[in-house]
């Protein structure tokens, strides 16, 4: 009986993710020269209440509960979620304008790689 606890209680705490290394890699990845910047709060209907600070192409902050690592590539926008050293999840998007962006995310997964992915939306607080 305590082995079975004790297992459970293992596997429960590798949880998802992946390394936080493979999201670096894939933000990297991104290179064209930002059009846009999200520097400011905002607001998702998915997420709740987000907070970016964006200098040159690199962006941190805050999207409801988590922390924010990203990039803005052209027009576009990808984030990592995380926690400790994992992704848990992933985002890209796109501006319709300076003050509204619309893609999907996915849970322990490069957002490109998922195909099961979840819309989101942001948009700008004044």
Partial sequence: MILVI????????????????????????????PTINISGNWDSPEWGRGKF?????????????????????????????????????????????KDTFKGFYSKYSIVEEEKNKKPINLKRLN
């Fill in 6 to 33: 004790s297992l459970g209680l293992f596997l429960i705490s590798c949880g998802g993710g992946i390394p936080l290394s493979k999201g670096e890699g894939w933000l990297d990845s991104k290179k064209d020269t």
């Fill in 53 to 97: 600070k964006q200098e040159n192409r690199d962006v941190d902050g805050v999207l409801g509960d988590y922390p924010v690592k990203g990039v803005v590539s052209g027009n576009t926008v990808y984030l990592l979620m995380y926690s400790d050293k994992k992704v848990d999840y992933s985002a890209e998007l796109s501006a319709l304008d």
